[in-house]
């Protein structure tokens, strides 16, 4: 994933613009970068890694750094951002979220043309935010070049830019999949995927984008170069996983759709009859917590925490490069509480089961520590896709997911022609493959959240909200 935050002001800019970047440190571990702009240094930008140290240590400097009555900063999944760009539409930072595609495509189509060139990256790989700056490069203006690259990646792009005079020009990706929000404060303007990043340096809320909107903003106000499009596809996994739980998406709060969806969970468990002999209700941290509270709130079975994740050292388990490391910091962070876990019959909701790895590591722990059944309730559907769109569930290939492997375990690649089936769990598919998953993990039982349910929590018209990774459906 990643965010992007952005202020114009008519005082300096860059403390703002600091801490409301990293409040979006949830959103990404690999790069994060700043960029400001004021009459005499003109635009200033630094870049720093964070695999291994967090946002602000990187960045505690910056007021010595860099300044300006306009700056952005953004968190990066992927590629080092924001860019300075010099070009036929003037000097400008930009930075991106989104996944494009069909990169290959784009840079041969630009490069046949156009006789330009990119930078290249470790790999022969391109920068995508290098990309969409030539592909806005090749119209007149920002807004025809923005919903030019819009138009012809194949994936997501939301934008923000910083020009040389000290305007910012956003734009939300055409199908609105991750958020773009404007906060207002009388000296001047923000712009955040996360409404609580503004709300705590004293901006309230002033608008929300539309798909595909594009926007400039100045100390003085707010002009719309672009209007929204009318088809909105927002992705949901905001609310079940990686959305912060104090954001608002849409008018839904994060925290709330997690309550309600893990009551949709129990009274589906209640209504089958299955897992009522449990002693506790617990999430697996930190994103399966809330969702866990809604399922114990409506079960009336008690919420309580069997394992704490100790964090003062390894907040983050994939932050090591060797995968055998980030398997042994994942293990040293789970702390057993014995009194709730020996002799206990335990029910744990996650925000979603992709590869299983970690949850089966977690499940033989809870048992080497006394447990007498550990039940597993998903918070989301069977991912059966990898993300086209944004950075949740991509993987090199389908079969990655555990779902779509133990699928072709059963019965091959006809299997992928039932997907529907095996979403299902009251279709024999649906429940031949919780059984295989039960088996290879060690659940007593397993359950995931319907898309019916899941829809209903978040509360948005299905026809709103992106839900590929389930479904397979595209726009």
């Not at 702009?37 to 990187?58: A, D, Y």
């Not at 773009?180 to 000296?187: C, F, H, Y």
């Not at 020996?342 to 080497?368: A, C, M």
Request: hydrophobic content about 35%; some cysteine.
């Amino acid at each position: 994933m990643g965010g992007f935050f952005g202020v114009v002001s008519e005082n300096d800019a860059v403390l703002d613009a600091f801490f409301g970047t990293d409040y979006h440190s949830h959103l990404g571990t690999r790069r994060a970068g700043m960029a400001a702009v004021n009459t005499e240094l003109g635009l200033q930008r630094k870049i720093h890694k964070i695999e291994n140290s967090p946002f602000r240590t990187k960045f505690e400097n910056i007021l010595n750094e860099m300044s300006g009555n306009a700056a952005i900063g953004c968190i990066s999944d992927s590629d080092p951002q924001p860019l300075l760009i010099c070009s036929n539409l003037g000097n400008y930072a930009i930075c991106m979220v989104g996944v494009i595609n069909n990169i290959d495509a784009l840079v041969k189509q630009y490069l046949s043309f156009s006789g330009g060139h990119f930078s290249g990256m470790s790999g022969g790989k391109i920068n995508s935010c290098e990309l969409v700056a030539a592909m806005i490069n090749q119209k007149s203006s920002f807004t025809e070049g923005i919903k030019f690259a819009q138009d012809v990646i194949e994936g997501s792009a939301s934008i923000l830019i910083l020009t040389e005079s000290g305007k910012l020009i956003t734009a939300r990706d055409k199908m609105g999949r991750i958020p773009v929000i404007l906060g207002k404060r009388d000296d001047g303007f923000c712009v955040s995927f996360e409404d609580f990043a503004f709300k705590k340096l004293g901006y309230e809320d002033y608008k929300e984008l539309g798909p595909g909107e594009i926007i400039e903003i100045t100390s003085k106000g707010v002009k719309v170069l672009s209007e929204p499009r009318e088809k909105m596809k927002i992705c949901a996994f905001l609310w079940s996983y990686y959305g912060y739980s104090t954001s608002c998406y849409e008018g839904r709060n994060v925290e709330a759709m997690r309550y309600e969806n893990g009551k949709i969970i129990a009274e589906a468990d209640k209504e089958k009859g299955v897992a009522q002999d449990i002693d506790y209700v617990g999430g697996v941290p930190d994103s399966g917590t809330p969702h866990a509270i809604g399922y114990a709130n409506e079960s009336g079975i008690p919420f309580a925490r069997p394992f704490i994740k100790y964090t003062p050292t390894w907040p983050r388990s994939f932050m090591p490069s060797n995968q055998r490391e980030r398997n042994m910091v994942a293990k040293m962070k789970q702390i057993p509480v014995h009194e709730l876990i020996q002799d206990k019959k335990l029910l744990f909701v996650d925000d979603s089961i992709v590869r299983g790895t970690q949850l089966r590591e977690t499940v033989e722990f809870l048992y080497e520590n006394g447990a007498k059944e550990v039940h597993m309730r998903s918070a989301c559907p069977p991912i059966m896709f990898g993300c086209k769109y944004l950075n949740f569930s991509r993987a090199n290939s389908e079969m990655e997911l555990i779902t779509r492997s133990t699928i072709y375990e059963l019965e091959g690649e006809e299997g992928a022609k039932h997907l529907d089936e095996y979403s299902d769990a009251s279709t024999e598919r649906g429940a031949k493959m919780r059984k295989v998953i039960c088996d290879k993990l060690h659940f007593a039982s397993l359950e995931f959240q319907s898309l019916d349910g899941l829809i209903k929590a978040i509360g948005l018209p299905a026809d709103r909200v992106c839900t590929y990774c389930w479904n397979g459906k595209e726009d």
